[in-house]
């Protein structure tokens, strides 16, 4: 399980999967003990994944051992998590979110092009190539680590850039922690100004709530949820397939979330199942697995981060981020809630923007959920907000970020 190489410590995927839930309970002492995290609804995986990522780094800077983390269970809870955010969307409020689903993706793309132009901008104050302000705008931040790792190769054969995988890699890592600190506080500020609540007292999409913890949950609708989550992901592997025949690529999280979406609302309700039960839409044992699929993730996604090789890129990498942190946080405020509605939910919707704006789609995810288990549930953010940064970002960036290249 653990083997030191060449100065690096590998550790295998059951002892990283085991590191990940240790971080998470760290996490949760430590918001349990210190009042402005919970005041603030900072994700408890965010929480414990900062404090090990900042550890191993010590550790790198004392004994110059690298620790390496095998991270496929971490992906494979990925698919978990947007599957159930799928088997928990009814139609009903696909249709209810069509129109601030369009706003929020008009007011996203609108934020891109903006980041995109920051970056440029601020990159070109220390005298840097434009291509080096893009890795600094949505390549890295909206885009998030897997758009900069598939963009940074070319961008350093066409442009010179030799060093474009560290920068892009580096912006990400720090856009990912400002935007996992970003989120609770912004749906604080919004709620407590406002006198917010949700419009109903309504089941959590992610984890349980008071009652629900008191009562329990069975070994057989855990199995159940289980279950439904394994048959979306078969058949979100079949329309995976099937959209790579047609010359396209989306990341299996996305096809197995529209999965869980047209198995819920596709399939009768009469028709008869295995296990005696209705399709376990939006129950607690659901919203269970969502919550631990989710919080390992971030936890081993966070403490993963090997902060020591972003150190000699601090000083226009940081200019970048500040400048971009400081338009994310007044679009939020400024555009996103308003244009929203106002209400609970665009509070809601601001949080998980706050992520996606700097950071991933998780992250989004993780700081609603952070609110929503404080205030309430709003089923609303959780079908628009991952429709919005899982499928449509990757494919306005696919058609911004060559246009960025070509004509600044």
Known sequence: MLELVDGSLHIESFLTVTLGILVLFVGKRLNDAIPFLREFSIPEPVTGGLLFSVLFGLLYAVSGVAVEFELTARDILLVYFFTTIGINASLRDLLSGGKPLLILLAITIGYMILQNLTGISVAALFGLPSAVGLLGGSVSLIGGHGTAIAWAPRIAEDHGIVN??????????????????????????????????????????????????????????????????????????????????????????????????????????????????????????????????????????????QLWTLIDLAGPIFTILGAQFLIAVLINLFVVFPLMGRSYDAAVVSSGFGGISLGSTPTAMANMSAVTQRYGASHLAFIIVPLVCAFFIDLVNALLIPFFLANF
């Open 164 to 305: 474009a995988m560290e920068i892009g890699i580096a912006c990400a890592t720090f856009g990912l922690i400002l935007a996992s600190l970003m989120g609770g506080p912004i749906a604080k500020l919004l709620i407590k100004r406002y006198d917010l609540k949700p419009a109903a007292q309504e089941a959590q999409d992610v984890g349980l709530s008071v009652e629900q913890r008191k009562t329990g949950i069975g070994h057989l609708d855990f199995l159940d949820a289980v279950l439904a989550i394994h048959v979306s992901i078969i058949v979100g592997l079949f329309l995976n397939a099937a959209i790579e025949s047609l010359g396209l690529q989306l990341p299996l999280f996305v096809t197995c979330l529209f999965a869980g979406i047209l198995l819920t609302n596709l399939v009768p309700t009469s028709l008869p199942r295995i296990t005696g039960t209705k399709w376990p839409s939006r129950q607690p044992a659901m919203a269970l697995i969502a919550d631990i699929s989710l919080g390992t993730f971030l936890a081993m996604s966070l403490m993963s981060m």
